[in-house]
């Protein structure tokens, strides 16, 4: 299994409140995502790394930021939570190659965090 | 634009009967990759396999078998004689060679001892 771990692994919160989550590889691979979980929605990215300071944004980026000041951490931040974001937020990582897009690679995934926002 | 659809939202089987979960994708691109995973009631997401566009061979791992056919946008997965530990959402996925994964909603498979 890849070497993933996310912290909180549960978290409740209220609006308004800024609201940080950490995602761990040991693997020192170069991609790091994150996707949330909705019912009826599958995984939608949210931001994505390519490599240390590097991210660019996902299909539903609104509402959160990033940051990547080491290869192996990778923080999603709520700057102010709204109950819309209550789900359960992913991280994966995938090897990828340098210069190149990450397509190729297979994403392995985090256990997972589930945040609800009252 | 690329996309995945799983019509299929909730399958419900007896243990031993085989099961097919459909998946058509869309995309615009000649490259793409495309994904199966598993998610048990545990909540993790469990790599299946991988397929790239250029490789349309089916393929068989254990109970566990992938048609993949281009002509009709299609990557479907079977698993023959379901067994109880089988029960899980399983979610297709397809990715252009971009950074982005693009996911089906997922089928949930219950099987029934």
């Known amino acids: 299994d890849a070497g993933i771990t996310q912290s909180p692994r549960h978290k409740v919160t209220e609006t308004g409140t800024p609201v940080t989550l950490r995602c761990h590889q040991t693997?020192?691979?170069?991609?790091m995502y994150w996707y949330r979980q909705d019912p009826g929605h599958g995984l939608r990215l949210i931001h994505y790394s390519y490599g240390v300071k590097d991210t660019d944004k996902g299909e539903v980026s609104d509402g959160y930021s990033v940051s990547r000041s080491k290869t192996e951490d990778f923080l999603l931040t709520l700057e102010s939570a709204t109950s819309s974001q209550t789900s359960v937020y992913f991280c994966a990582i995938s090897q990828g190659v340098a210069g190149g897009p990450s397509g190729t690679d297979t994403q392995y995934f985090g256990p997972g965090t589930r945040l609800t926002v009252l | 634009a690329q996309k995945v659809t799983q019509a299929q939202t909730e399958i419900s089987v007896v243990e031993k009967e085989d099961v097919t979960l459909d998946c058509v994708y869309e995309t615009r691109d000649t490259t793409y990759y495309l994904f199966w995973y598993k998610q048990p009631p545990s909540g993790e997401l469990v790599f299946l396999i991988r397929r790239n566009s250029f490789d349309e061979q089916n393929e068989i791992s254990g109970r566990y078998s992938w048609n993949f056919q281009k002509s009709t946008s299609s990557f479907n997965f079977t698993i023959t004689a379901s067994q109880v530990v089988d029960s899980a959402v399983y979610f297709c996925?397809?990715?252009?060679?971009?950074?982005?994964?693009?996911f089906g909603g997922g089928t949930r498979l219950m099987v029934k001892p």
């Open positions: 693997e020192n691979h170069r991609y």
């Open positions: 996925a397809l990715n252009n060679a971009g950074n982005m994964l693009t």
